[in-house]
């Protein structure tokens, strides 16, 4: 096992564990405010400080990485449940008007910017924490889709597809049966990949206010409501900062490791 793949699961695996954490137990209440304790540097009762009105950071930051982690996985559960399905269709449909509409659809999402796609649909239904899940999900479909088409269609021509194809099995069958599982290892490294977009993208969202409401914690309101106390109290900006980074380094290590772990070539290559 690579080390990209330790690291990468080790740093994911503690985000996970605060997250979980956090519908037991936090050290402090974060609907508590404590104005005369505001802005106060790492300590022994505090260890990673308090914002402006006084909140355990550290207790802001375990509901947050729950709120991220939520959002990107239902959003990246979206791509793959509708993406993967209509990749496979297209894939075995191929040259036709069906597979042409398909492939169109995904280049007019394309087309634009996922975030800004995510903002317009926050603008249009308002702010909140399921409209960013919808929004980040809409722009995951037609990755899952392009990915899974062009990973079955090759496969398609294999033999032992054409055996089941003279054996009497139908397109969806053979789909079900023998294209998604020679598929699966390359939609789980993408769906690590696609998590990390999405604590960026749900961070993103919610520091031009359009994602999670307070007062639901989430890392990019917290950087929101830091950026002007850099200046006085900087620890209020670089600790959810540095959990946004951590956890999208981890989880890009951990598919990068998954991708060389899971695929042959690459092993045969190395060794």
Known sequence: MSRSILIGASLTLVFLGLAALSFIYTPYDILSFDIPNKLLRPSVTNWL?????????LSMIMLGARTSIAVAVL??????CVGVPLGLLAAARRGSLLDE??????DLVFAFPSLVIAILIT???GPSAINAIIAIGIFNIPVFARLSRGAALPIWERDFILSAR???????RISIEHILPNITNLMIVQGTIQFSLGILA?????YIGLG???PTASWGRMLADAQTLTSIAPHTALIPG????LMVLGLNLLGDGLRDWLDPRIRVARS
């Open 166 to 172: 003279v054996a009497g099995k139908s397109s969806l």
């Open 101 to 106: 509409l398909i492939m169109r659809g995904n």
């Open 123 to 125: 603008a249009i239904f």
């Open 242 to 245: 540095m959990a946004i980074v």
């Open 202 to 206: 749900e961070a993103a969202l919610s």
């Open 49 to 57: 400080g308090t914002d402006h009105f006084g909140r355990d950071i």
């Open 75 to 80: 959003a990246v559960g979206i791509g793959i």
């Open 212 to 214: 999670a409401q307070p």
